[in-house]
């Protein structure tokens, strides 16, 4: 072969190496902490989780604007649920070592869309300078009629 035509798998090799992970150090584990996390709402006797960690991640269960221990939520409409809700998530960080401020990402169900900017006022308030990455979309119906419903990736620094 000429050397010409070794450029290309020497290319390939470069590339792969680049994307290649990082070697472990000696002694490290690729192994994740995984732990599952009843909380406040495990009276509740319901069949999830309020959050579970894994490593330096908390995927927390979605929330509804329901007190811890109550099972329906607020009164007050869909500003009230939001913050109650907001609350919630809010505990379950604290209580797991994290906090609103590093949070990643949350993902947003409202039952009804045209109430996605009554919920922007509220979420604003516990997200008042780094926004995490979000999605929102209607649904038909949510847990305990709640009209709004949240579910979080916080890190665990």
């Known amino acids: 072969m000429t050397p010409m035509r070794h450029l290309p798998l020497l290319l390939l090799a ?3 190496t680049a994307c290649a992970p ?3 150090p000696a002694g490290a584990s690729t192994e994740w902490e995984l732990e ?3 909380g406040a709402n495990a009276a509740l006797n319901l069949p999830f989780s309020d959050a579970v960690r894994v490593g330096n991640l908390l995927y927390l269960s979605g929330q509804v604007g329901n007190p811890p221990g109550v099972f329906e ?3 007050g409409g ?9 609350t919630n998530i809010k505990r379950v960080l604290e209580e797991n070592g994290s906090s609103m401020d590093h949070v990643v990402k949350c993902t947003l169900m409202l039952e009804d869309m045209s109430e996605w900017s009554a919920v922007n006022e509220v979420y604003v308030e516990f997200f008042p300078n780094d926004k995490p990455a979000r999605s929102a979309f209607g649904t038909s119906g949510l847990a305990l009629g709640a009209a ?3 579910e979080c990736i916080g890190y665990v620094p």
């Open 36 to 38: 599952y996390i009843a």
């Open 22 to 24: 990082p070697a472990e």
């Open 78 to 86: 869909t500003m009230a649920e939001a913050r109650q809700t907001l």
């Open 14 to 16: 470069g590339i792969l």
């Open 148 to 150: 709004v419903e949240i």
């Open 73 to 75: 939520v607020v009164e």
